[in-house]
Structure formats: structure tokens, C-alpha cells
């Protein structure tokens, strides 16, 4: 356990020395407030239902931070440890691969959630954000959302066969999904037939679900969201379980 | 000379798909020595050693390290041996010190890393990120890593590829340090000097099997292989005023260069007198003796390359 906790806390330093992750991770979501909000302030508008700007987007870009976590950050720090040698010279400790391989899950958690607080600082004291779901709801689905995405990270690191496809080919696929998604633009501002395709992305019913929940809306009413995330998180699990690579 | 067996190795097989990286390989390592494996690249010695250290599952074949086996009881071998990878990296952020501390979180019972970094003369690069390292200070810090556990049994894999031929001979220094503190050291080298110079015995691989497995001295008798005798003359020179010596075999001559072959401690000097009696004016004596490189040579007809 000593390991784990080393090795967690040794991958935190990393991690906030590392400007990329930290920028995308902790910097990004907060600034896109500060620029959409010092141009649509936060007065409630019919147009997303009652809500603001702020109100709609604290959600969206913690769905923003939950993707870049698991597609972006994962899936490159993986591979990159693989292709490095890293993974196989810590499997050549007394360290057990699952304690190797949590120390990573750990530490995106934990600036994932570092992440959706700095969101909700800046959107309540710059913008007086408001919530109307249940906090324990919200944190539920946050941690559903996180470990989907996650597992999802897992399989591209485990298929995409070294770090430079690896980098490529995530970024390709995560950087139209956040404006296709709801999570980089409100899906209000997106026109009918591009909201239909938009419905076959992950990172959409992250987008919906962590709203939804938000406004103070029921479980009941997301049964499609929980159901496509826990989908992707045991099909992602089985996969990434068999074709997860130390080297 | 009956020492005890610290690593036994029967059979083993080892293929990645149509490819048999090792083949019924059969050996022993022994308590205290420096036991080096050489070999080209590819020839099985990196796979080899990772089926030893429990890395990698064994086609078949039997494998004991510490009279236990590396793949059912990984978990209590590890604690006990050292493995520096060959071409691993850490993290090009993470720093000297922290690199020991971490490693030193993952053991039951470790040294103290501060005089083991004084040791490996890494005390001033304590704060340096491992990005900022040169090629020798990074196989110091693998080789603290390696130590950090205090272990019985040591992998060094490629220990010296890439470093300049200085940086070479401190790491062999550090080698004979570390078998100094009772520590059996396995090396991987593709340098057939390095092995020649440190190991106590030797195993040649090729092509997935072991050639030949003897200490270098051995290895480089059982080839029978004659002495050379190399120098320049001046003007002309008849080569039948050597060859008729009783020490000298034959003499070749390219151009002013002379090569005198012969076996004996006495040859050298026979040489040298038969030249001063002739009056044959040379210059740039020298004397070659057979080297493990020629042991490959005369095992597989291949030079070794680097």
C-alpha cells in the first residue's frame, strides 16, 4: 500500500509539472468561463430554459474535463509509459500491476475533480452561479462519467500500438466530439441534424447527464445516459483487460 | 571450486510466435561471481534473462532463482534481486531523489539511498530531473535503483551501450563494486571486451542457444589460437630469417607490415632477438593475443557486431 500511495503522490508532482496536462486539465475549462461569460454574462435566458450561461456551462465543461482526462490524458500517458520502458520497470518491483495501474486512475480522478472545483469557484464567485440538483447526485454521475472515460482511455492505450499514433489519433477523435458534444458549445447552439449524430457520442450523455442532474432533474429521466456510460464502462473494462499492454 | 547455484536454468524455451528467441538453454550461475552473457543483438540473451527475473512466462523449461521459481513466486523473488532493464526510461520530470524515495516505497527492506547516490558519484545531480541527465548519470541512477533493495542478485542488461569508452570503464569499476559487497551480478553485454575484462565465466549466445560457457581465460585457450607478433621493417625483408625459428609458425607480410604467428611465452622474444641478429631495422612492435571476439569468430564464423 506504501507503494501505491508513493507512486500516486510521486504521479500528482508530475502531473502539475507537466504545463499540457495541467493547462487542459485545471486552466482550460475555467478560462472558456471567464471568455463566455464576460460576453453573455449569466442572466437567466429562455433560450437554454430558464438558465444561464454560466448555469449550463459549469456542467458542460466539467464534462470537458472528464474527456480530456480519460481520451487525452490517459491514453497518452500510457502509451507514452509503455513505449518508454516505464510500465515494465515498475512491474519489475514488488509492486502489484493493479497498484501500478490504479496509481494512474487515482491521479486523473483526483485532478479531474480538482478541475470541476476550480470551474465551480470561478462560476460562483465571478458569476454567482446557481445549483439546483443534489450535490451526491451530481458527484455520482461525475464519478460514473470518470470511470467510462477512463475505461475508454485504457482501450485506445491498450489498441493504438505506440505514443505517437496514440497522441494523433486521440486528439483526432477528442477534439471534434468536444464541439460535437454539448461540452466545448452548449448543444442548443448546434442545428437538429448535427444533434442527431451527436447522440452517438460518449461524451454527449456525460454532457446531458451532469446538466440534467444539475438543473435538479431526476435519475428517471437519464436512464439512457446511465445506461450508454455503464455500458461503455464494462465493455471498456473487458477490452481493455485484453488487449492492456506493459510493453 | 564447487560453489553454490544461485540461478539454474534447464531447458528453456522461449518463442514468440514462429520466432525461437531461446532454445533449450541450459546453465548455472553461481553464488559471488560476475556471470556475463554476450552475444549479437537478437541472439536470446534479453529474453533469456527476463524469463530468470520472472518477467516473461517460459515456453517451457525449468528456471530456480534463490531456489524459487521467478514466475509462481514472483512476488517473493522480487524483494531479492536487482534488475536494470536494457533501454528503459523514467519520467523526464521526476528527479534523482525522487526516483530513489519512490523505488525505495515499493520494497520491505531497503539501504539508505543518500550515501548509495554518493556512491554511484550522483551526489550533486540529488535535485535533477532525469531529462536532464547524461547517458552515463542515467545507467548510475538505474543502477541505484537496482541497489536500493540491498539485493542478493543483480541484472545489468546493456549496462554501458551508448556511453563513450570512458563512461565504459567507470561503469566496470562500479560492476566490481558491486560484486565486491557480495552481491552475484548477471551482465547482458554485446561487448565481447567487457565481458572478457569483468565476467568471471561467460556464456556465448547465438542464434538462441549457448555456444560456449566457460571463464574468458578458458574459452580463449580451448581455441588454440596463436600469438601474433606485429611490426613494420624498413627496406627489404626476407621472412624465412623468422619462420625458421622454433617458436614462430609462420610469417605473414602485406606491404612493410609483418605479422610473425606462434604459441609460447617466447615468442616475443625470440622474435625480437632473431631481428636484432639479421640487423632488420622496425619499428612499431606490438604483440596481439587472441580475444573473446575471436572465440565468436571461431564459433560462428561471424564477426560480432556492435
Keep these: 500500500m506504501r507503494g501505491l500511495w508513493k507512486l500516486t503522490w510521486t504521479e500528482i508532482k508530475l502531473f502539475l509539472r507537466e504545463p499540457v496536462s495541467t493547462f487542459f486539465t485545471l486552466i482550460f475549462a475555467p478560462m472558456l468561463l471567464l471568455l463566455f461569460g464576460s460576453i453573455y454574462g449569466n442572466e437567466p435566458s429562455p433560450f437554454f430554459n430558464g438558465k444561464g450561461t454560466i448555469d449550463i456551462s459549469v456542467p458542460a465543461y466539467t464534462a470537458l474535463i472528464i474527456g480530456t482526462s480519460g481520451m487525452l490524458s490517459l491514453t497518452i500517458n500510457m502509451s507514452v509509459y509503455r513505449e518508454r520502458g516505464i510500465l515494465r520497470r515498475l512491474q519489475a518491483t514488488p509492486l502489484r500491476p493493479q497498484a501500478i495501474l490504479a496509481a494512474q486512475v487515482i491521479v486523473l480522478f483526483l485532478m479531474t475533480i480538482l478541475g470541476m472545483a476550480l470551474l465551480i469557484i470561478v462560476g460562483k464567485a465571478v458569476y454567482g452561479l446557481r445549483f439546483e440538483g443534489n450535490p451526491f447526485s451530481v458527484l455520482l454521475a461525475f464519478v460514473l462519467s470518470c470511470l467510462s472515460f477512463f475505461s475508454l482511455g485504457f482501450v485506445l492505450a491498450g489498441l493504438l500500438p505506440n505514443a505517437r499514433t496514440a497522441q494523433v489519433v486521440a486528439m483526432a477523435l477528442f477534439y471534434p466530439m468536444m464541439f460535437l458534444s454539448g461540452a466545448g458549445l452548449p448543444l442548443e447552439l448546434l442545428p437538429t441534424t448535427i444533434r442527431k449524430f451527436s447522440n452517438f457520442l460518449p461524451l454527449t450523455h456525460v454532457v446531458t447527464l451532469l446538466r440534467g442532474l444539475w438543473a435538479g432533474e431526476s435519475w428517471s429521466k437519464h436512464l439512457t445516459e446511465v445506461g450508454v456510460l455503464a455500458a461503455i464502462l464494462v465493455v471498456g473494462v473487458i477490452v481493455s483487460a485484453k488487449t492492456f499492454r506493459w510493453e | ?306
Excluded at chain 2, 532525469?130 to 538505474?142: D, E, H, I, P
Excluded at chain 2, 571463464?215 to 625483408?237: D, H, K, Q
Excluded at chain 2, 639479421?278 to 573473446?292: A, C, F, I, K, N
Aim: glycine share 8%; hydrophobic share 40%; proline share 5%.
Design chain 2, 1 to 306: 571450486m564447487e560453489r553454490k547455484a544461485i540461478i539454474q536454468v534447464g531447458h528453456l524455451r522461449k518463442a514468440y510466435g514462429p520466432v525461437v528467441a531461446v532454445n533449450d538453454v541450459s546453465f548455472q550461475v553461481h553464488e559471488g561471481e560476475i556471470f556475463g552473457m554476450v552475444g549479437p543483438n537478437g541472439a536470446g540473451k534479453t529474453t533469456t534473462v527476463e524469463c530468470i527475473e520472472g518477467l516473461r512466462q517460459p515456453d517451457s523449461g525449468r528456471i530456480q532463482v534463490l531456489a524459487l521459481d521467478p514466475q509462481r513466486d514472483a512476488y517473493a523473488l522480487r524483494p531479492r534481486i536487482g534488475v536494470q532493464l536494457q533501454q528503459s526510461v523514467l519520467q523526464d520530470r521526476l528527479k534523482v531523489w525522487e526516483a530513489l524515495k519512490l523505488f525505495a516505497s515499493f520494497y520491505p527492506r531497503v539501504v539508505d539511498w543518500r550515501p548509495l547516490l554518493e556512491q554511484l558519484g550522483l551526489a550533486d545531480k540529488r535535485d535533477a530531473p532525469f531529462a536532464k541527465l547524461s547517458g552515463g548519470q542515467k545507467q548510475r541512477l538505474f543502477i541505484a535503483l537496482s541497489l536500493i533493495n540491498d539485493p542478493e542478485l543483480v541484472f545489468l542488461d546493456e549496462l554501458t551501450t551508448g556511453l563513450d569508452p570512458q563512461a565504459r570503464r567507470a561503469m566496470w569499476d562500479l560492476v566490481r563494486d558491486i560484486r565486491q559487497r557480495g552481491k552475484t551480478v548477471f551482465l547482458i553485454t554485446h561487448f565481447m571486451e567487457e565481458a572478457e575484462r569483468l565476467c568471471d565465466r561467460v556464456a556465448i549466445m547465438d542464434h538462441g542457444e549457448i555456444i560456449a560457457l566457460d571463464t574468458p581465460e578458458n574459452l580463449i585457450r580451448s581455441l588454440a589460437a596463436e600469438n601474433r607478433v606485429v611490426f613494420n621493417v624498413e627496406g627489404a625483408f626476407d621472412p624465412q630469417r623468422l619462420s625458421g625459428l622454433p617458436e614462430v609458425t609462420h610469417v605473414e607480410q602485406i606491404g612493410e607490415r609483418v605479422i610473425a604467428y606462434g604459441r609460447g611465452d617466447r615468442l616475443v622474444a625470440s622474435v625480437v632477438n632473431g631481428l636484432a641478429t639479421s640487423g632488420v631495422r622496425y619499428h612499431d612492435l606490438r604483440t596481439e593475443q587472441p580475444t573473446l571476439e575471436d572465440v565468436f569468430l571461431a564459433l560462428t564464423g561471424r564477426e560480432m557486431r556492435e
